[in-house]
């Protein structure tokens, strides 16, 4: 499923249905300790002080939430640009970071309208993924990453999360379903793009291990060994029965067989000089610090392309992409009109700071 936000992770709305008084007309609504505040429709809340700039529908955006979101929102920037093209996007990122606090509102409210189907069941299961992906074991480990590096904990991650899976569903239902992209379109991009969809290239070769020993005796017989374990190579003798024969490594069991393994996962030397061979050819005796190797190329493959329709869905999220962002925009301009947003404080002032 499409991962369309309209903020980066760092600035998803940070403002939730946070309890309100009713605001004076033309001045933001502030909280007085002691007393019970109220959402925009009138439902009592707890006490809290609060300064309110913006009520979208039955949604609030508050100074200290737009001050949090805009501050992550920086960070993300500053991770990503530099030089005048950060500067560039500093200009504007207070004004599009609120309206996108106000456009995630939109779309939560119509995510409502429409049924979302996103549950906490949902939620939670994206939230095991990243773990898994993560290599966090425990829910704690994840907050503790989170902490550091949002300064969130895990509770408002998942709300972010929830924020976010609605946003999805919401666009894909209403907009990028009904962006056409034709079939020749999507096996063109295929075509012209084929690098981006091959495989890592693979290799599976046959290992000959001998321990050298500590001393220069012992080192002596193993050359002498790997010498006439070479003579009996030359014989006709098969490589992997000499394997199970003689060699120190637990490959042996296999015959020395690695299986198909990718560049990289060998010690250089040893994958330098298998990747020399041809199929079925051993190598000269390879020494590294403890043992001797011998390795025998079982085959090689050059990098395989996947197939066209493993990788269509994929093509066709990044060719609707450009072509839906002026119906997004259109979509959220919309929902903006059929709104019921107030500024409570001018929006020239907020976005001054």
């Known amino acids: 499923m499409r991962w369309f936000l309209l903020l980066p992770l760092l600035a998803l709305p940070m403002a ?93 409210d119509k995510g409502t309208e429409l049924g979302s189907p996103i549950t906490d069941d949902y939620v939670r ?39 976010q899976s609605i946003q999805q569903f919401v666009l894909q239902r209403e907009v990028f379903s009904k962006v056409a992209v034709e079939d020749n379109e999507l096996r063109a991009y295929y075509e012209d793009h084929k690098d981006e969809y091959r495989l890592p290239s693979r290799f599976r070769i046959r290992e000959l291990v001998i321990a050298k020993g500590a001393g220069a005796e012992d080192q002596a017989a193993a050359r002498k060994q790997m010498e006439t374990i070479q003579a009996e190579l030359k014989g006709g003798k098969p490589f992997e029965e000499l394997a199970r024969l003689h060699s120190t490594s637990p490959s042996k069991a296999t015959g020395g067989d690695l299986g198909w393994m990718s560049k990289g996962f060998l010690r250089g030397s040893i994958e330098e000089a298998a990747l020399k061979l041809k199929p079925e050819q051993v190598s000269a005796p390879i020494e590294t610090d403890k043992d001797l190797y011998l390795v025998q190329l079982v085959a090689l493959e050059d990098a395989p392309m996947k ?21 997004i925009e259109q979509y959220l301009s919309n929902l903006r009109m059929r709104a019921n947003i107030r500024y409570l404080v001018p929006k020239e002032q907020i976005l001054k700071g």
């Open 16 to 108: 939730c249905k946070k309890p309100v008084a009713k605001p004076q007309p033309g001045a933001a609504a502030i909280v007085e300790p002691g007393k019970s505040e109220a959402t925009v429709d009138g439902t009592p809340k707890a006490d809290i002080r609060e300064e309110i700039l913006v009520a979208v529908n039955k949604h609030i955006i508050t100074r200290r939430s737009l001050s949090q979101a805009v501050e992550q929102q920086h960070a993300a920037l500053y991770r990503q640009f530099s030089g005048k093209e950060l500067d560039e996007k500093l200009k504007d990122a207070r004004e599009k970071t609120l309206q996108g606090l106000m456009d995630a509102f939109l779309l939560e």
């Open 125 to 163: 299961s994206n939230i095991d993924g990243i773990k898994k992906e993560n290599n966090f074991a425990t829910d704690a480990d994840l907050e503790r990453a989170l902490k550091a590096s949002l300064g969130i904990g895990l509770p408002e991650f998942i709300k972010r999360q929830k924020q």
């Open 307 to 327: 197939a066209f329709a493993e990788v269509k869905p994929k093509i066709l999220e990044k060719l609707q992409e450009p072509k839906a962002q002026n119906a």
